[in-house]
Structure formats: structure tokens, C-alpha cells
């Protein structure tokens, strides 16, 4: 079954903004730590940002002061605000979900991913 689902993907011209859904079901529900990554084509695949069980953020350098990552009360959705998007944003954006104190999260369900593409 569908533990996560992401949506908000879309095109976008840059400047613009968009906001990432992850919604949890099944036993994905009961994870506390969740993350962001994303991959370009013919690229590595990366981290954005991720967010502890305790609300600690943390923000890869090159999206610090445009993303906002956050989950709600419940754990039950990781969001993803992008604002100020630029064309080498675009890539396919995955969300993961787990286990953890902070800085250790043990990551144990992957989304399916959700296409960004941001025009110039």
C-alpha cells in the first residue's frame, strides 16, 4: 500500500514558488523525522532539507532562505515551501520518512517523487 505520497509538483516560471506535500499513511504515520531530496537528470540524487522529531531544521546551502521545510502537528504531512525558484531547481523531488533522534533519523520509507521543473 501507499505509505507516501507526494504532491505540489508542477511547472513554474522562476522566481515563482510551489509547496511539496507528503502525505504518511499505513505505518509510515507513526514516523517522527522526515527529509527532502531531489534529482536532476543524469545527476546524483541530493538532499534539500530535513526536519527532526523535535522540530530542528536543516537546509542544504544551495536552497537556505528560499525552502521552508515542516510537518504538521500530527506528523501525519511534510511540506516543502520553495519560493524564489530557479531553473536549476528543477528536478524530481522525493520525500522520506522515519525514525530517530535528531541528527540520526533512520529513513525507512521513500515517496514516489513529484516533478518540479522551473522555467527560465
Known amino acids: ?11 513554474v516560471q522562476a522566481g515563482g514558488s510551489l509547496r511539496l506535500s507528503c ?30 522529531g523535535d522540530g530542528t531544521t536543516t537546509y542544504a546551502d544551495f536552497v537556505k532562505g528560499r525552502f521552508a521545510i515542516s510537518m504538521d502537528s500530527a506528523k501525519t504531512h511534510l511540506y516543502l515551501q520553495m519560493n524564489s525558484l530557479k531553473p536549476e531547481d528543477t528536478a524530481m523531488y522525493y520525500c522520506r520518512r522515519g525514525w530517530g533522534p535528531p541528527g540520526a533519523c533512520d529513513y525507512r ?12
Open 109 to 120: 520509507y521513500w515517496g514516489q517523487g513529484t516533478q518540479v521543473i522551473v522555467a527560465s
Open 23 to 52: 502525505a504518511a499513511s499505513g505505518s509510515a504515520t507513526n514516523t517522527t523525522c522526515g527529509a527532502w531530496f531531489r534529482q536532476a537528470p543524469g545527476e546524483d540524487r541530493e538532499g534539500v532539507a530535513r526536519i527532526e
Open 1 to 11: 500500500q501507499v505509505q507516501l505520497d507526494e504532491s505540489g509538483g508542477g511547472s
